[in-house]
């Protein structure tokens, strides 16, 4: 096997790019301290650290951090790939079962004209939420979906919510959600996950039993943004914040970059001193960085008051030895860094 196909199985199993130059320097070595790894693979020390967690979870190395310097050493491959296959077979039950239960047509739309077929297809996909979720809901369908949506709050999803056909939020669902807004108007029900599934429903979809309207499944990752834009471009600045929950405890580390905006907000709005650490490319020449710096701004639209220019403008102004930064998220173009990873602490 060559070694880009070798990368394209290791990354199959969850690894990203950077893992997978750690974990094949590792290979190499054997055992090593981080500082070693660190020269070879070409990313910091404490970045190895951190990946090294990560395979160590996952069954690829063992970390000895009972000696100084902490050593990394690769477990036998034999034991890593058996552990792999018993891992797959375990989940296999599982899979097939929810194979069966959510699986959308063969094709990137299915159309659904049941009712409870939809609110099926919302709560399986808030079910499968793995980083962020934008929901519109009618109050008096809030409870066909409000277990759902717990659930994927306790998995720690960020949970953009829209409550319409109400000017008040009832107080038992006041952290049902990241941040709720209500509005009295109705709307389409409207479900984006991690930008890549959801639903869109007329309101007489979800309201009555018997309507002869149609709603739209899709699965495209390229229609995700376009759903999120039109959500916060046309519903949610006409809404009302109603709740936002409590920041997480710092420090916290999150890959997705609304996370990082959200909690970034939120402390800043605490008068915290707020340090980040950056992992990404700069968007010029897309050359790796890594940047130990200070928040000092959050341009966003999640939380009021909100201060963004178009609809899903959400970045972090950072400073770092004196010079000044803009960081955005994937895909990010108009800001200096396109950003993998982002470390909050408080400022000691």
Not at 37 to 46: E, F, H, L, N, T
Not at 81 to 105: C, F, G, K
Request: charged fraction near 25%.
């Amino acid at each position: 096997m060559d070694d880009a196909t070798l990368r394209a199985h290791l990354r199959r199993f969850g690894l990203s790019e950077k893992e997978v130059d750690t974990y094949l320097t590792l290979l190499e070595h054997g055992e090593a301290t981080a500082s070693t790894i660190a020269d070879v693979a070409g990313v910091s020390k404490r970045y190895v650290y951190s990946v090294s967690e990560t395979l160590e979870d996952r069954g690829f190395v063992e970390v000895t951090d009972h000696v100084v310097p902490t050593t990394i050493r690769a477990l036998p491959p034999d034991q890593v790939v058996d552990e792999l296959v018993r891992d797959a077979e375990a989940m296999r039950p599982a899979l097939e079962s929810r194979h069966t239960r959510t699986e959308p047509s063969t094709d990137s739309f299915e159309i659904v004209k049941s009712r409870v077929t939809v609110l099926k297809r919302v709560r399986s996909f808030i079910d499968g939420a793995d980083e962020e979720l934008t929901l519109s809901v009618p109050l008096d369908v809030l409870d066909e979906v409000e277990g759902a949506l717990r659930a994927a709050r306790d998995r720690g999803v960020l949970i953009v919510l829209l409550v319409s056909g109400t000017d008040e939020l009832p107080a038992e669902l006041a952290d049902l959600a990241s941040v709720t807004r209500v509005w009295s108007e109705t709307m389409p029900t409207m479900l984006t996950v991690d930008r890549r599934v959801g639903v869109i429903a007329p309101i007489e979809m979800v309201s009555s039993a018997h309507s002869d309207t149609q709603a739209i499944v899709f699965a495209q990752q390229h229609l995700g943004p376009v759903v999120v834009a039109s959500f916060f471009g046309n519903y949610w600045p006409v809404a009302r914040e109603a709740a936002v929950a409590d920041p997480v405890e710092l420090p916290s580390s999150h890959e997705n970059f609304w996370h990082s905006i959200f909690q970034a907000t939120l402390w800043l709005r605490a008068d915290a001193d707020l340090r980040a650490t950056i992992e990404g490319r700069t968007t010029a020449d897309n050359e790796y960085v890594e940047l130990d710096c200070r928040v000092v701004d959050v341009t966003q639209g999640l939380v009021e008051p909100t201060n963004n220019s178009f609809p899903v403008e959400h970045s972090l102004t950072v400073e770092a030895d004196g010079e000044s930064y803009t960081v955005g998220g994937y895909g990010a173009f108009l800001e200096t860094i396109e950003a993998d990873r982002v470390w909050l602490t408080l400022d000691d």
